[in-house]
Every structure is written in structure tokens, then in C-alpha cells.
């Protein structure tokens, strides 16, 4: 990677985002890795080599990157760490700036698209609404239009379409 593609300034800007912080007072122990489900299964997720990462300026590989919607938030790493770096808590804050900048992950652009397609996540069938009046609940009617009306005033399609 070249030098002018770094942004010193990145391990700032983390900082100042809720939850990243205390980055700067990690020092690479690698205590967060040894504890760490997701890390056990996919090795691409690596949390202190994420950090090292966003502590270098790499700012567009951090956020544009799958790695950093991995974690788990178990807080195993908030525990263990020496440092009080509180990692689940920085990788919140780097997702919140990849969304900023542009950057979702396609399992969540999905689920956004399902909401402002139906209004909701799941649907909801005959039988679903069939079950809720037998315990004697109301009905849900197949499409939440308020729900839909608030995607469309918020101009969440924006973030669907980023990857296109």
C-alpha cells in the first residue's frame, strides 16, 4: 500500500466517534484475538489487526472491508483486554463510519430493502393472521404503509444502492 493513500488522521476521527474512544491506547498484545469466537471460524476477522489498521490511516480497506460486521459483540475482547480498549465498542463505531461513507454490508442493505419493500423484516401470511385471531390478537395487515412512507421521506434507498 502506498503512503499517500494513509490517512493519519483516521485514528482521530475513530476516536471521535461513540465507542472507538479509547483505539489509541491499544498497543498490539493481541489479547482480543485469543478469546474470540468469530475468530476461532474465520480468520479474516482479526481484531487487532484491524485496529493496527485503522490506527495506520487505512481508513478505505478498514471500512470498506466485510471484516469489520463480523464481530460478534460478545464482549469477550471488552474483558479481557488490558487496555480498556473496548473493542466490540470500536468496531460499532467503524461500522457507524462505514455507513457514513458509504459503505453497508449487503446483509443489511437486504434487510433494509425488505423493510421498504414490506414495511417489515418477515412477512406475514393468511396463516400467521389466522393463528392471531385464534388467541384473539389483531390482525397485521401484509404491508406496514407508514413504515414504507418513512423509508421513502428518508431517502433510505440511498444506502441499497450503494454497492451498484
Not at 467503524?94 to 459503505?103: D, P, Q, R, S, T
Not at 419493500?117 to 392471531?132: E, I, M, Y
Request: net charge positive; glycine share 6%.
Amino acid at each position: 500500500m502506498e503512503v499517500t493513500k494513509l490517512d493519519p488522521t483516521f485514528k482521530d476521527e475513530v476516536s471521535n466517534t461513540r465507542g472507538g474512544q479509547n483505539i489509541k491506547r491499544c498497543y498490539q498484545c493481541g489479547t482480543c484475538n485469543v478469546g474470540c469466537p468469530v475468530r476461532e471460524i474465520e480468520e479474516k476477522y482479526n481484531p487487532r489487526r484491524i485496529i493496527r489498521m485503522t490506527v495506520l490511516g487505512m481508513k478505505k480497506r478498514v471500512l470498506s472491508s466485510d471484516f469489520i460486521w463480523l464481530c460478534s459483540a460478545c464482549y469477550t475482547c471488552n474483558e479481557r483486554c488490558p487496555q480498556d480498549v473496548r473493542i466490540a465498542d470500536v468496531m460499532n463505531a467503524l461500522k457507524n463510519l462505514a455507513v457514513k461513507e458509504g459503505y453497508i454490508h449487503s446483509s443489511f442493505a437486504k434487510r433494509l430493502e425488505l423493510i421498504e419493500t414490506n414495511g417489515r423484516l418477515f412477512p406475514v401470511s393468511q396463516f400467521d393472521n389466522t393463528k392471531r385471531k385464534e388467541l384473539g390478537l389483531p390482525q397485521i395487515p401484509p404491508k406496514n404503509e407508514e413504515v414504507q412512507e418513512l423509508c421513502k421521506l428518508t431517502d433510505s434507498n440511498k444506502l441499497t444502492n450503494v454497492g451498484e
